[in-house]
Structures are given as C-alpha cells and as structure tokens.
C-alpha cells in the first residue's frame, strides 16, 4: 500500500475563483490572441537541426538544485494556414546522455498529454511524471519515478489555445482556435512535422503516444492515431497507444454504468448499508446500466438511453460531458461541486453531526418504503453518479460539503476527504520570469493549468465530436493491420471515469477478428518492492491494467505502481497476463488467474483520510459493519472478498 504524507489536491478557496474566471471566460465573447516570444539565438529560415541549439534549455531553473538531464522546451507552430500564431509547447526530457538527439538509435520515445479539454500538459510533467514535482508548498523536488528515465519523453501543450488567463504555453490568434478534434489532429501532426525536422532522428523511432482522462476521449489517442492512420506518409513511426483513466465511451457507459461498481470498491461511501446497496442495484437495472460481461463477449450491448430526472441539472451524461468544457481539471470540477452542493444544502444545516447524519439518512431510507417498487427516482431520473455524491455528503461521514462537518468528496481519488485540500499549482514556478525564458516560454500570456476550451472560437461552444468508441472498433483493425498496440489503464480508486467503464468499452470493440478478451482479466502484477499492484490482462495486442492504490492521476497518486506500469506494460516487454496457445482449444495465461480478481471488482483501501489541507486524519469503519457487509456481498454478487 502506498503511504499518504500529504492531501494530493486543491484549495477551495482556489477552485471557486477559478470557475468565476471560467465562467467569464464563457461569455466574454471573442478569444484574445496570443503568439510565441522570439528569444536571442532564434535561427532564421525554415525549421532544421539549428533549432536544436535554441530549444535547448540551459539556463538554470528557480530553486531546481539538482541536476536535470539534457531538455528542450518552446513554441513550434502547427502548419495551419492562415493562423501562423497557432503553436504547440513542447518540453523534451531525454533518457540518456544525447539520446534525444541522436540519429543511430532505434530506442522508442514517448509523448504525454493531459485532458480537459484545455489542460496543460505540463501538469503531468509537474505533477504525475516528470522529472520535476511540485510540492503543495511550491518547493520543487526530484521525481525518482519519472518516465523520461525510460525513454525520452515529450510533454506538449495542445490543443491551440489562450483564453483570458491562458492554459499550458500553447499560442492561438482569436480565430485559430480547433472547431473539433478532427483539425485538432491535423494540427498535431503539423506540428510533429516540425518537430522531427528539429529532431530528425525521432521520425523513425516507435513512438508511444501515452495520455489520460479527456486526452483519452478525443485529445490525446483516438483522433491523433486515426489521423494517423489515414496519412499516406505520416512523420512518426506509431507503434503503441496508452490511455489512462480515458473517457473513450459515451458519458452513460464511462460516468453512470459502473456507479455500482464503484460502491463494491469502496461501500464506505454508502456507509455499507446493504438497503442502499439494493436501491442503487434496483436504479441500475432499471436505466439499463446492468450489463454482464462475457468472455469471450456474446454480441454487442446496446446503446445506453437515458432518463432524466426533475433536478434542473439532471442532463445526459454526454451532454453533462460537453457543458463541462474542463470537467477533467480537478480545479474546475470541485468548483463546480462546491457550488452545486452549497446550493442543494441552502435548506439545511450543513454542520451535521454524525449523529444527525444517522436520523437525516434514515429518513431517507424510510421516504422509500413509500414508493413504489420498479420506479426511477425522479428527482435525479438515471443520473445514478450524482446521485452518489449526494448520498456521500449528506449522509456518510467523513464527507461533506462543510469544512466544519467534514471532507468533500473527491471524485477522483475516493480515499481523499481531506477538505480543504492542499494545493496543487505549478503557476509559480511556471510564470516566475526566470523559468519562462529558460524554457522559452510566450511572454504573450500567464500560464494556468485549465481552461473551459472555446470551441469554433466561441467559449459557449462543446465539443461537436463523437466518442471514440463510435468508431473503435475500426481504429483497432487498422491498428492490428499496422501493428499498433492499445494499453488502456485505470486507477482503482477513480469515481468519474472508473475501469468498468473501460472494461465494457474493451469487450464491445473487435480487434484481432475477435470481440474484446476471452479470458477475465484476473492476473496479479507486483511494484518492485514485490507487492501486489493491480491486474493486468493481455490479448492480441490489447493490455488492460487496473493500478491499486490509484486515483484518476495514476502518476500522482501512486507514482511508484505508474513507473513500473509504463517501463513494464507500455515500454518493456512483460508479458504477464498474456493469454497463449489459444489456437490449441486451451489458452494459458502467463502469470496465472486468480479467481477472487475475476469479479470487475477490486476492493479499495479500508483507510479514508479526511482533514484540512496537510492535516490528515484517518478513518475507519467499525470492524463489525465491515464484516457483516462482506458477509452480505459475497452472496449478493457472487463476489469473493
């Protein structure tokens, strides 16, 4: 188990003027424009290996007291015409002295991207894998578990952006803003032909194209590598694919189907009362969310229909997914969480004690006698996720909107009620001057960590593109055709995008000429410490791995499971998991199956940590509620604890 020294989140207090900004930010008519800054020493002409000279990052960076392996880092544009100003920020970290720039090796290399839409990539760096961390009291220490350190890699801001405050370093002009993610993609590969002219060498290595949660939706694999595949002569060699804690299915299938999946992980949100349990299994099946899983999968499912409830912010989860331009910032999200449950609560006494929480949550169970059985709650109608957040503030301690009653509920990391939580701001760092023109950073705008992106140039504007599972199936023959892999991975503590989602998402796909895996994924992996790690599961060129002990940022929130994941399953060549000898009638998997991991459900941690800032406080439920749960469970679901 990974040990917790500290809250890994954000200031309230941060979070609420942010989504004032964002909401500005939406009616404050047309983008600014912004443009790269020209330093001494820029070559003249077109783009070339004199460039290399000038990317590369040799003044020293403030309070970094130790030393970094060669970097690169500034603007390159995306090749759009008419939008000369649109760019793309890069910062390149290579893994061995001149391994970057070399012409003779074969080695792969990686590139990160963050979600959003509208994250800068250069939270990953900062904060999940990159050579450099940010601690919450702005000090800067070495990641001993950064991802450069197995292969060079590349952290890029993207898409073309710089709302009122700016997101990441990436430059656009008030009309060069991407419509979708289709010209998002062209853009991408613009840019890509002018980095491998920079670095020539990098054109004919594997490149391992790796991001998470909204980079997985549309940003980051799906649209990239579906352009790619549509290139006649493309400027990279792809060769694997990873998505983290991806939103590449529909908000129904990635946010509302697994919340049942959820409370098996982690009961204590319901307090593990077992009357909940069944509600929320009757809500389930009710709006169709109750698919079954099948190996090898027995047809496609059906498409997910949705019924909304009287709450006014009841909306499909797609439509809920498009309004949240940002969603996938934490920043943003929690402010739109401490808005919302402020708002619910304005009739109520927020400081509940755990005592009023017991009579406040009886009345509720008691309200359900009264209505009928096989009927949709219709205040929330199918929107069964948020209906578990407020289920969670209002009646399950440690959590509550409250800093004086509780912690809030953290969507991304469960076991995380700390409240308020500590920040998580690369700003300073990052707009000190000194590391702004170290890493030839634009002077044209401030850099901020998200942004409510303005798509069509508009911030009113969602996102008008289709999930990538409308067209996966299609994506992964032309991956098999080309010899491209697919890693998808999840954090076992992730509320918002949980694995089921991604599990479902898998067993509806074709790939191989087979429909999704045809083993359970019940395979152990180990840290390099020789503990249990999650599970790991391997077919026709397809890994599925599930990291306990992580949230949403695998990277942040268990750094040592997400280095071996990345050296092990995305760039090494563990073949733990993997199912052989299939053509005989009888497959083996490499590392065994274990029976009690082949339910979707891995249990969380016991521990909730709840507190203020870096005041952590550790809360358990009595033993007794916990065994007379597990008890009840096992028989329940058929699911061995």
């Not at 027995?298 to 997910?304: A, I, K, M």
């Not at 004690?353 to 929330?380: C, F, M, P, Q």
Request: charged share 15%; glycine share 8%.
């Amino acid at each position: 188990m990974v040990s917790r020294s500290r809250s890994h989140a954000f200031v309230f207090a941060t979070a609420a003027s942010f989504i004032l900004l964002a909401k500005a930010q939406q009616t404050s008519g047309t983008p600014p424009s912004s443009w790269p800054q020209v330093y001494p020493g820029m070559p003249n002409g077109s783009y070339n290996t004199e460039w290399q000279d000038y990317f590369q990052v040799t003044e020293n960076l403030p309070n970094v007291t130790w030393s970094l392996p060669r970097n690169w880092a500034g603007n390159i544009p995306v090749q759009r015409e008419g939008h000369p100003n649109d760019t793309l920020f890069f910062w390149a970290f290579e893994s061995e002295e001149g391994s970057f720039t070399s012409d003779s090796t074969d080695a792969p290399w990686g590139i990160w991207l963050n979600g959003g839409p509208g994250s800068s990539s250069l939270v990953g760096l900062l904060f999940e894998n990159g050579p450099i961390n940010v601690q919450n009291d702005y000090s800067l220490l070495e990641n001993h578990y950064a991802w450069n350190t197995v292969a060079d890699y590349v952290w890029i801001d993207q898409p073309v952006n710089h709302p009122v405050s700016g997101v990441g370093f990436g430059t656009a002009d008030s009309t060069g803003y991407i419509f979708d993610e289709d010209q998002m993609a062209a853009d991408f590969f613009g840019f890509l032909e002018n980095l491998v002219k920079v670095f020539p060498g990098l054109a004919k290595r594997p490149l391992h194209l790796t991001g998470e949660s909204y980079a997985g939706m549309y940003i980051a694999s799906p649209y990239i590598t579906k352009a790619y595949f549509e290139m006649e002569n493309p400027p990279v060699m792809l060769a694997k694919i990873a998505i983290g804690d991806g939103s590449i299915a529909s908000g129904e299938t990635f946010e509302l189907l697994p919340v049942l999946s959820v409370i098996e992980t982690y009961p204590q949100v319901i307090g593990y009362d077992t009357d909940v349990f069944e509600y929320f299994r009757e809500q389930e099946a009710l709006c169709g969310y109750d698919l079954t899983l099948e190996y090898p999968q027995n047809g496609h499912f059906p498409t997910l229909n949705y019924t909304p409830g009287d709450n006014p912010s009841s909306m499909s989860a797609s439509r809920r997914y498009r309004a949240r331009q940002g969603q996938f910032s934490k920043k943003l999200f929690l402010a739109e969480m401490e808005q919302k449950y402020n708002a619910r609560l304005a009739k109520r006494t927020t400081s509940l004690s755990k005592h009023e929480r017991l009579r406040a949550r009886g009345a509720w169970k008691r309200d359900l006698v009264g209505r009928a059985n096989g009927t949709i709650d219709a205040w929330y109608g199918c929107d069964v996720y948020d209906e578990i957040m407020d289920y969670a503030i209002n009646f399950t301690f440690p959590w509550s909107p409250s800093k004086d009653s509780g912690g809030m509920f953290d969507v991304y990391n469960i076991p995380d009620a700390l409240n308020p939580e500590a920040p998580m701001d690369g700003s300073v760092f990052l707009n000190n001057p000194q590391t702004r023109a170290a890493i030839h950073a634009p002077t044209s705008k401030d850099w901020a960590d998200s942004i409510y992106y303005p798509f069509g140039n508009n911030y009113t504007n969602g996102d008008p593109s289709l999930e990538p599972m409308a067209f996966l199936t299609d994506l992964a023959t032309n991956a098999t055709a080309h010899n491209v892999s697919v890693v998808i991975f999840s954090g076992n503590d992730d509320s918002l995008i949980p694995h089921l989602g991604s599990q479902i998402t898998i067993q509806n796909t074709t790939f191989g000429g087979i429909q999704g895996f045809t083993r359970r994924p019940s395979t152990p992996w180990y840290d390099d410490n020789g503990d249990f790690a999650g599970i790991v599961h391997q077919e026709r060129n397809w890994t599925y791995v599930l990291v306990d002990h992580a949230g949403h940022l695998v990277g942040y929130t268990n750094p040592q499971s997400g280095f071996v994941f990345i050296r092990e399953f995305v760039f090494g060549n563990n073949q733990t998991g993997l199912v052989t000898n299939t053509s005989s009638g009888s497959a083996t998997v490499i590392g065994g199956e274990v029976s009690s991991l082949a339910n979707e459900i891995m249990t969380g941690q016991a521990a909730i940590y709840y507190g203020s800032a870096t005041t952590e406080s550790t809360y358990y439920f009595p033993t007794a509620t916990v065994q007379a749960w597990n008890a009840y469970i096992a028989t329940a679901t058929g699911t061995p604890l």
